[in-house]
């Protein structure tokens, strides 16, 4: 396998999830060619200096790793349609919910792979989950793991793992993205103008992630849990505590993780969903 940025990689799709790898890629040096049915709409792709494309079959056989990143039910017929010319390459399937077994039936004889990610892949802080079939070589690992990597963080994963995987890193910047939109909405209840609580928002959850991270990187037993370094903000009858008593009288942490946990759930119903099509 060729070094990572020299390797031609094509994305069948690139609508929300394919076109944020697509673009991180690029951003990232790769050679990308990215094929969607409505090229006119995935203008950041081609900024980011992708090639653009409407035909499938073309980038099928053009590309030396093939990259499937459309909807359950709309994968496993385009990988039939491509088969012929997947023969002997590395092939990776973004989609939620198709499992390696279905991929092999429908497309053989290519080496086959599952990669979790999420749309942070456009700006290189994505989380990625990738499992792999029996065909994939060392070599075809390593291949994978230094490619997302230029997308974020990147770990192997059992298959099994992947729909709780997809709802925690997949799923869950829509989460965080509807916390911010109510602490930002929360701000101007309280009387802040609008850009203002939107920035100051967006401010407070990336310093939290940041400052989650940095504990994450200990690695000498001092780091701190999220709840650690909330409690160490909370000044006993102050306002910081007087709000996560409110968070915690509503049950937001609960909420949250039957957020994740349904989310979960639904990944295997769409397994069993995009099976009962075979």
Known sequence: MKNVKETKISIIGAGALGGAVAVGLSLAGCRVLAADAHPEKCARVKAAGAELISDNVRASREGEVV????KPHL???AVREAAPLLAGKLCVSLAAAVELDMLKKAAPQARWARAMTNICAALGCAFTGISKSGEITAEDLTWLREVFATLGDVEEAEEKSLDALTALTG??????L????AAAMGGIQAGLPKDIAYRGATAALLGAARLNQEELKKTDGTAKSPGEMRDS??????MTIEGVYELERAGA???????VLVTAEKGRVLTERVAAQL
């Open 67 to 70: 990259f499937f990143a459309l």
């Open 75 to 77: 994968t496993l017929n």
């Open 171 to 176: 799923a869950a910047p829509a989460f965080f």
């Open 178 to 181: 509807n916390l911010l939109e």
């Open 233 to 238: 903000v909370c000044t006993p009858g102050g």
């Open 253 to 259: 942490m609960g909420v949250m993780m039957k957020a």
